[in-house]
């Protein structure tokens, strides 16, 4: 603002000095007329910043409408303030709880003991986790049956192949016999 009103000051000057002596004379009384109308410019543009920051709801309505008009927007101004604030505050709130909250994160039973009370703490995520043990369970369950069934097959083949030795032992034409039964 003053680099402003020195820079203006000086092309004023500057208006002098090229203006002639007579003309000088003749135009100083407009001059000082626009350094006095740039000095109340500058003070009025200081004011205006300085109000600008202040809620400026400007003249007086002249008519009942625009009154009523102007309160209610008051009113909804400041409700909505209130409002955005109340909000605000919530979410801090919520966002102290959520660090809180994950911080203290649940502590997992290690004995028998615990595990029945963590149990009956939290009943819906004990039964969430036991369906899902069950589930393995069921699954593992049908593995071992099916490898079970794999080496008990192996079983029963090496038993026949078993078998089929001690027989041809006992019966070295056991291969042509067994060949004329099919």
């Known amino acids: 603002m003053s680099t402003t009103t020195t820079e203006m000051a000086t092309k004023v000057e500057q208006v002098?000095?090229?203006?002639?002596?007579a003309k000088r004379n003749a135009n100083k009384k407009r001059i000082e007329d626009e350094e006095a109308e740039l000095e109340a410019l500058m003070k009025g543009n200081q004011e205006e910043q300085t109000t600008e920051e202040s809620v400026d709801d400007g003249p007086e309505p002249e008519s009942a409408e625009e009154k009523?008009?102007?309160k209610r927007y008051g009113d909804l101004r400041r409700h909505a303030q209130k409002t955005e604030a109340d909000l605000q505050k919530q979410i801090d709130e919520l966002r102290t709880q959520l660090d809180a909250s994950t911080k203290n994160e649940i502590k997992y039973p290690k004995s028998e003991e615990e595990l029945e009370s963590w149990?009956?703490?939290?009943?819906?995520?004990a039964q969430i986790v036991e369906t899902i043990a069950m589930k393995k369970m069921h699954e593992q369950a049908s593995e071992f049956e099916n490898k079970f069934k794999a080496i008990d097959e192996m079983k029963l083949e090496a038993q026949r192949e078993k078998a089929e030795v001690e027989l041809m032992q006992a019966h070295p034409d056991f291969e042509h016999l067994k060949q004329l039964m099919r």
């Open 16 to 21: 002098k000095v090229a203006s002639g002596f």
């Open 68 to 70: 009523t008009f102007k």
């Open 119 to 125: 149990m009956e703490q939290y009943p819906d995520v």
